[in-house]
């Protein structure tokens, strides 16, 4: 095998997928003949030279090469959902590629996978076997039978309805700052999804807030901020209408922020007192930005409220400061929690090292009647948990486990469901199962009991690539 570190082999790996990807949709459209084989052929070529060899590999909706998982954004998502949809309808569980392999012996596996439309994958898998002949160089395994198809589409579905209203926020803050506009329509199209999806299944989509990225702090915060918005609306048993309201208002809390350099936005360091000036400006920014639409909305009313309260807290202790105290709007009370929560667990580039998640609720809650309206962190508490979805278990058997969703039933809300990521050894599981904390072995004696809480920092773990 080769020496690479795992960053060099994501990079490798993601070249192979991208090009097989490419290869396979030409190979559909356009058949063995088109000048795009040669060069992508050349470059997994010297993908699988650099890599020593690549395996592939397929499981429960991401991809991996040997035993690295590769890191999806939303860049190489679309190349990661073509390969495991193409390996879906041929039952293909990985593709291993040897050095030296013969280009025209993988030219025909693409061109036999991308023009044939098999009746059932296992044939799927058969005629790409017999398009490979005994090419020596590469290799097709066998996908192992799904464990839960209907658990895995309903993951499937959330991650897809994340990364598309991730990709609205972002256009719609980057046409904010080129040209002021505020293009709302398409941003209700993008609710109703996420509100419909949320609603049918409110687990996957709150895990996914555990996905966080520097790099793209403001845009992945604002997603973040939107889906816990909703969960506590949908805990509260707000009507849908309200709902899409409640979400678009805080998908743009920080709408302002587009009026913000992004160098003072992205500064590593403190900011200075003209930085923070700027800064606490940006819910102001926000209204200002949304009153100039024409045509102003019950709608768009609701943004602005978002934008101007999001930082006030409920005792007034925040910022913009008022000359007279005003009562909160319900919308201001959430979007103010969620956001306060998300930015304390991400991180950013200005706080590197996150919060784990039952710290920032515990902050939070010590502010609870404070700068937060005590009702509703009750029932942020209910919806995130005591342990709240993302933290990571330490359990009394040696395993860990990480948590996914809430226990619904408030006498239990101190035995979660745990997506469980070693065995008793800290050995690291392949396939992670899901198992409840209120299990229970003979003489009623719960199977598993929590021993402590991880910092994830501590393990240099990443523990949002559990919930993709
Ligand atoms: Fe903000
Ligand atoms: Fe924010």
Known sequence: ??????RELQALGWEVARQLFVL??????????????????????????QADGIALRAVDGALYVGDVRLKVDRENYTAQEGVIRAFGTHCVGAVEINPGFDA????????????????TPEQGLELLSGALGDGEGIHLVKAPKPKSEEQKDSRHMAKAIYIRTLTAVEDVMESVKINQAFPLKRSKRVMQRLVDNLLAD????????????????????????CVLSLSVGRRLGLPKPMLAHLGIA????????????????????????????????????G??????????DELASRVVTGSFEHHMGYDGSGYPKLPRQRTMSLYGRIISMCDCYDAMTSARVYNRTPA?????LKLMLSKSGKAFDSVMMKVFVNTIGIFPVGTLLLLDTGEIGVVFQANEDPAQGDR?????????????LDTPEEVSLTETIAGGKFRWNITRILDPNDLEMDVSEFFL
């Open 1 to 6: 095998m080769s020496d690479l570190d795992e």
């Open 24 to 49: 396979i949709r030409i190979a559909r459209t356009h058949g063995a003949n088109n000048e795009a084989w040669g060069p992508a052929l050349g470059k997994v070529n010297s993908a699988v030279k």
């Open 104 to 119: 025209m012996d993988l030219k025909n596996l693409l061109t036999t996978w991308g023009s044939s439309s098999p009746p």
């Open 202 to 225: 409110p687990v996957n989509l709150l895990g996914l807030t555990n996905l966080r990225c520097y790099d793209e702090y403001t845009y992945h915060h604002s997603v973040n901020v």
């Open 250 to 285: 805080s998908m743009f809390h920080d709408l302002g922020k587009s009026r913000i350099p992004v160098d003072v936005l992205n500064k590593p360091g403190e900011f200075d007192d003209h930085e923070w000036d700027m800064i606490r400006r940006h819910p102001v920014y």
């Open 287 to 296: 209204v200002k930005t949304i009153v100039k639409l024409k045509g102003a």
């Open 356 to 360: 784990t998640p039952e710290r920032a």
């Open 416 to 428: 979660p469901y745990v997506r469980m990521i070693t065995d008793t050894h800290g050995r690291e």
